[in-house]
């Protein structure tokens, strides 16, 4: 989805995952929100910190959550590092 608004000059890059912590068994929970965590650990191109610096280099934020039903990951970011927020999320 992608919608356009030109009011200020950043860009939201939204991950949305169909999975949360309602597939868990009682007795065996937190896994969701783990794996949520061990998103922010770095990738093969992009090492532990460096997604993280990337976005506050640029002067961006983010963060993720575990819900009931899904998993979400968010920057927001100027518009000038849409493209090496894409790429980072896509080597996530």
């Known amino acids: 989805v992608l919608t356009r ?6 860009v939201t890059v939204g991950v949305y995952y169909g999975i949360g912590f309602r597939v868990e068994p ?6 969701a929100h783990l794996f949520e965590h061990l998103m922010f650990q770095g990738s093969k191109h992009a090492p532990k910190g460096v ?5 506050t280099n640029s002067g961006g934020v983010n963060n993720g959550s575990t819900r009931f039903d899904f998993t979400n990951y968010y920057e927001i970011v100027p518009s000038g590092a849409l493209g090496r927020m894409l790429w980072l999320e896509a080597d996530r």
Request: aromatic share 12%; hydrophobic share 30%; charged share 30%.
């Open 5 to 10: 608004d030109t009011i200020a000059p950043t």
């Open 26 to 31: 009682r007795d065996r929970t937190g896994f």
């Open 51 to 55: 997604f993280d610096t990337t976005i």
